[in-house]
T-cell receptor, first 113, second 111 residues
Framework: DAGVIQSPRHEVTEMGQEVTLRCKPISGHNSLFWYRQTMMRGLELLIYFNNNVPIDDSGMPEDRFSAKMPNASFSTLKIQPSEPRDSAVYFC???????????FGSGTRLTVV | GEDVEQSLFLSVREGDSSVINCTYTDSSSTYLYWYKQEPGAGLQLLTYIFSNMDMKQDQRLTVLLNKKDKHLSLRIADTQTGDSAIYFCAESIRSGYALNFGKGTSLLVTP
């Protein structure tokens, strides 16, 4: 199993540009989570999906952020327009119903200049 | 949301024991977790404890849980340089779907 796959690994973009982060969860996992990691705030839960349906997006910082999960094998997190304060490492994680089956991807390091 | 609290840094000598402490927030958490993050990588599950247990031992790792004080600790025996990483405490929240993480404890093991 290839694990949770995120792309790109690194993204550098200019302020105001649209950024799309991608995630392929582990096959068979029915929940998907997006987290953001910064030095100041640690790991923050942005949004999670269960069976492709968004369950809780209360962690999404503002309307510039949106996430979709069109099918069980793909999710995107979009920032439009991006700002320097969005610079962080964004992690995707997936799990099956068993709470121990929680697997993280390697993350996307986003730098907005 | 409320914060899971951890000390930010810990430095130990190789061969000594390390103890990383955590205070969590949700008394209804079913599981409590310790994750390890190495540089440039995602988080990996290190160990976990079910909320009806007080202690769990797994090779060099010992987890202690004090539910009354909402305190969780991770002890690493015979700490090695390869144990240098960031360790995150996490509690299950929102009906067990999501995990709420502490800010992580950076463990530095010196020779």
């Amino acid at each position: 199993d290839a694990g949770v796959i995120q792309s790109p690994r690194h993204e550098v973009t200019e302020m105001g540009q649209e950024v799309t982060l991608r995630c392929k969860p582990i096959s068979g996992h029915n929940s998907l989570f997006w987290y953001r990691q910064t030095m100041m705030r640690g790991l923050e839960l942005l949004i999670y999906f269960n069976n492709n349906v968004p369950i809780d997006d209360s962690g999404m910082p503002e309307d510039r952020f949106s996430a979709k999960m069109p099918n069980a094998s793909f999710s995107t997190l979009k920032i439009q327009p991006s700002e320097p304060r969005d610079s962080a490492v964004y992690f995707c994680a997936s799990r099956i119903t068993d709470p121990l089956g929680y697997t993280f991807g390697s993350g996307t390091r986003l730098t907005v200049v | 949301g409320e914060d899971v609290e951890q000390s930010l840094f810990l430095s130990v000598r190789e061969g000594d024991s390390s103890v990383i402490n955590c205070t969590y927030t949700d008394s209804s958490s079913t599981y409590l977790y310790w994750y390890k993050q190495e540089p440039g990588a995602g988080l990996q599950l290190l160990t976990y404890i079910f909320s009806n247990m007080d202690m769990k031992q797994d090779q060099r790792l010992t987890v202690l849980l004090n539910k009354k004080d909402k305190h969780l600790s991770l002890r690493i025996a015979d700490t090695q340089t390869g144990d240098s990483a960031i360790y995150f405490c996490a509690e299950s929240i929102r009906s067990g779907y999501a995990l709420n993480f502490g800010k992580g404890t950076s463990l530095l093991v010196t020779p």
